[in-house]
């Protein structure tokens, strides 16, 4: 049986059909980054966005497996 294409932004782990968050590779400042502080951004629209939090302060939305500076549905 083939597994179905995990959600936007997720990976599987190879554990039955445990998922992982896929983390950004690079913050849009440019920097490489350790991810050491994922977040939680609520939003009614996209039932909330997982955040990262670069060393410089710029905060990663996550979005249907997209990152973001800014999210379009937060102002
Ligand atoms: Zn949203
Ligand atoms: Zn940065």
């Known amino acids: 049986m083939k597994r179905p294409p995990p959600p936007a932004g997720y990976e599987w782990t190879g554990h ?3 998922i992982q968050l896929i983390d950004p590779v690079g913050c849009p400042a440019g920097h ?3 991810w050491g502080q994922r977040g939680y951004a609520p939003c009614a629209q996209h039932h909330g966005h ?3 939090t670069c060393r410089c302060g710029q905060v990663i939305y996550g ?3 997209a990152f973001l500076a800014e999210l379009p549905c937060r102002r």
């Open 16 to 18: 039955g059909m445990e």
């Open 32 to 34: 490489p980054i350790r």
């Open 63 to 65: 979005l249907d497996g």
């Open 50 to 52: 997982p955040t990262w």
